[in-house]
C-alpha cells in the first residue's frame, strides 16, 4: 500500500493531536512537522507523542526556503497553524502538493491567495473541519428551507483564550444569509474545545442543533477524512460541506 505523505504545519494544542491521528493511521505517513518556535527542532513528532517510530521530523518555519519542498517531499500539506502559514502555500502548489488549510480565520487577501492557487493544486478550506458540524451546517440549511420564518440565532463556545469569534459560526451565519454581527453570540469559558449551537426559534417551539467536540483529537479525524478525499481530487478549491452533501446524495455513508 502506498501511504499518503503528510507535511503538517503547526504543533500546538490542535496540530499535536492531529499529528497523533495521521501518525496512528496506517494509510497515512508524517513525513515533517513544521512550527513557529524553536523547541525540539530535529526531533520527531512520534517520539514527542510515545511511539517508538520515527515520524514527522520538526522543522521551524525559517527553515522554509526555496528548496524546502522539493528535499522533503510529501502529498498534502496540513495547516493547522495561524493565518501566517498561508505565505508558505505557492511554493508548495507549485511542487503539486495539495493543500488542506484548517485556518479558522482569515482576512480578506487570504481567501484571494486561496483562489489564486486553486489553478495550481487541489485545496481544501474548512474553518471546521470535523464532520460534525459540516452535518450541523447541512442539517440548518435544511431547516431553514422546511421553516423559513423562523428567528435564528448562533451561538459559539470555546476555551477562554480563544481571541477571535469563531470562523465556523461566522460560516454558518453566511451560509444561512444572516448578519454576522447580529446573530452570532460568542462565548469564552475555561476549556471548551468548541461548541456550536444553531437556535431555530417558532412561536410554540423551538428546534436547536448543537454540535460539540469533546477532544481536539476530532479536528485530527476530520483532516484524515479530507485527506483521503483530497488526493484524488483536480486542482481546485473545495469545502468539506460541499463532499458530505455529495457522499449524501450517492446514499454514502459518511461516518
Ligand atoms: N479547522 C478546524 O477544524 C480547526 C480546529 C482547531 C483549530 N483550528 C485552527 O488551527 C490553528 C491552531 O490552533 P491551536 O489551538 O493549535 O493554536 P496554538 O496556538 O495552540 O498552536 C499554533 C501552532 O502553530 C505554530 N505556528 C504559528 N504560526 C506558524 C507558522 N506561520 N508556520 C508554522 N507554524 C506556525 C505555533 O508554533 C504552534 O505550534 C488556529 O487557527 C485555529 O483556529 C482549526
Ligand atoms: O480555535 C479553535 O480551536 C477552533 N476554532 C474554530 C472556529 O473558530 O470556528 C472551530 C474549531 C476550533
Same mark, same amino acid.
Given at each position: 500500500?502506498?501511504?499518503?505523505?503528510?507535511?503538517? #504545519?503547526?504543533?500546538?494544542?490542535?496540530?499535536?493531536?492531529? +499529528?497523533?491521528?495521521f501518525?496512528?493511521? !496506517?494509510?497515512?505517513?508524517?513525513?515533517?512537522?513544521?512550527?513557529?518556535?524553536?523547541?525540539?527542532?530535529? !526531533?520527531?513528532?512520534?517520539?514527542?507523542?510515545?511511539?517508538? #517510530?520515527?515520524?514527522?521530523?520538526?522543522?521551524s518555519?525559517?527553515?522554509?526556503?526555496?528548496? #524546502?519542498?522539493?528535499?522533503?517531499? @510529501?502529498?498534502?500539506l496540513v495547516?493547522?497553524?495561524?493565518?501566517?502559514g498561508?505565505?508558505?502555500?505557492?511554493?508548495?502548489?507549485?511542487?503539486?502538493?495539495?493543500?488542506?488549510?484548517?485556518?479558522?480565520?482569515?482576512?480578506?487577501?487570504?481567501?484571494?491567495?486561496?483562489?489564486?492557487?486553486?489553478?495550481?493544486? +487541489?485545496?481544501?478550506?474548512?474553518?471546521?473541519?470535523?464532520?460534525?458540524?459540516?452535518?450541523?451546517?447541512?442539517?440548518?440549511?435544511?431547516?431553514?428551507k422546511?421553516a423559513?420564518?423562523?428567528?435564528?440565532?448562533? @451561538?459559539?463556545? %470555546?476555551?477562554?483564550?480563544?481571541?477571535?469569534?469563531?470562523?465556523?459560526?461566522?460560516?454558518? +451565519?453566511?451560509?444561512?444569509?444572516?448578519?454576522?454581527?447580529?446573530?452570532?453570540?460568542?462565548?469564552? @469559558?475555561?476549556?471548551i474545545?468548541?461548541? %456550536?449551537?444553531?437556535? #431555530?426559534?417558532?412561536?410554540?417551539?423551538?428546534?436547536?442543533?448543537? %454540535?460539540?467536540?469533546i477532544?481536539?483529537?476530532?479536528?485530527?479525524?476530520?483532516?484524515?477524512?479530507? +485527506?483521503?478525499?483530497?488526493?484524488?481530487?483536480?486542482?481546485?478549491?473545495?469545502?468539506?460541506?460541499?463532499?458530505?452533501?455529495?457522499?449524501?446524495?450517492?446514499?454514502?455513508?459518511?461516518?
Open positions: 500500500m502506498t501511504k499518503i505523505r503528510i507535511g503538517l #504545519f503547526g504543533f500546538g494544542k490542535t496540530g499535536k493531536q492531529v +499529528a497523533g491521528e501518525l496512528n493511521d !496506517k494509510h497515512f505517513e508524517l513525513v515533517w512537522v513544521v512550527r513557529r518556535n524553536e523547541t525540539d527542532l530535529g !526531533k520527531y513528532a512520534s517520539h514527542l507523542l510515545g511511539h517508538e #517510530f520515527k515520524a514527522g521530523k520538526l522543522f518555519v525559517n527553515d522554509i526556503g526555496p528548496d #524546502f519542498y522539493r528535499k522533503n517531499p @510529501v502529498d498534502v495547516d493547522f497553524s495561524s493565518s501566517d498561508i505565505q508558505y502555500y505557492e511554493a508548495a502548489a507549485e511542487q503539486g502538493i495539495k493543500i488542506i488549510s484548517a485556518i479558522s480565520k482569515y482576512e480578506e487577501q487570504d481567501f484571494q491567495l486561496l483562489e489564486k492557487l486553486k489553478s495550481k493544486t +487541489a485545496m481544501l478550506y474548512s474553518p471546521n473541519i470535523t464532520l460534525g458540524v459540516n452535518f450541523l451546517l447541512i442539517a440548518s440549511q435544511v431547516l431553514q422546511i423559513p420564518h423562523a428567528d435564528i440565532e448562533i @451561538v459559539e463556545e %470555546h476555551f477562554r483564550k480563544k481571541n477571535e469569534t469563531s470562523g465556523t459560526a461566522l460560516k454558518i +451565519a453566511e451560509t444561512l444569509g444572516l448578519e454576522k454581527d447580529k446573530h452570532v453570540n460568542s462565548i469564552r @469559558v475555561g476549556g474545545v468548541g461548541k %456550536h449551537e444553531v437556535i #431555530f426559534g417558532l412561536p410554540n417551539q423551538t428546534i436547536r442543533i448543537i %454540535h460539540e467536540s477532544s481536539r483529537a476530532a479536528f485530527g479525524q476530520g483532516a484524515i477524512f479530507a +485527506a483521503k478525499w483530497l488526493i484524488e481530487q483536480a486542482a481546485g478549491l473545495y469545502n468539506m460541506e460541499n463532499y458530505i452533501t455529495d457522499l449524501f446524495r450517492r446514499n454514502i455513508p459518511v461516518y
